[in-house]
């Protein structure tokens, strides 16, 4: 078993991203794990992170906070609302955007593929 406490956690800075703390919690530089890492990310007030797609899965799981995810699907932009205990995937290659349009602190949980 690999555990990490959150004391314990590394805070990361993710590209593209503004107004955002991120803790490693699992995988990457955290623990020897090669299928998936996971994170802690907290959007302030009016943070975010810009239009960028990867090749890699993300699921987002929003525990605390709202957040606004937006998409692209056949050219049309889409905005899909996330509270407390909602998740989303975001598929490979999938363009997305993120923001925090409260005035409240978004904690998210974000599990991505390697």
Same mark, same amino acid.
């Given at each position: 078993m690999q555990v990490t406490k959150l004391k314990d956690a590394k805070i990361y800075e993710a590209r593209q991203h503004w107004d955002m703390a991120g803790l490693r919690l699992q995988g990457a530089d955290a623990t020897n794990i090669d299928a998936f890492s996971c994170c802690l990310s907290y959007f302030l007030p009016g943070g975010g992170a810009e239009w960028a797609s990867s090749p890699n899965e993300k699921a987002y799981i929003v525990l605390d906070g709202e957040v606004t *995810? #937006? @998409?692209?699907?056949? %050219? @049309?932009?889409?905005? @899909?609302? #996330? %509270?407390? #205990?909602?998740?989303? !995937? *975001?598929?490979? +290659? /999938? /363009? &997305?955007? !993120? /923001?925090? &349009?409260? +005035?409240? !602190? !978004?904690?998210?949980?974000v599990v991505i593929s390697n």
């Open positions: *995810i #937006l @998409t692209k699907e056949n %050219g @049309t932009q889409k905005e @899909t609302v #996330l %509270g407390p #205990l909602d998740s989303c !995937v *975001i598929e490979f +290659n /999938e /363009e &997305r955007a !993120v /923001e925090n &349009r409260s +005035n409240k !602190v !978004v904690t998210m949980l």
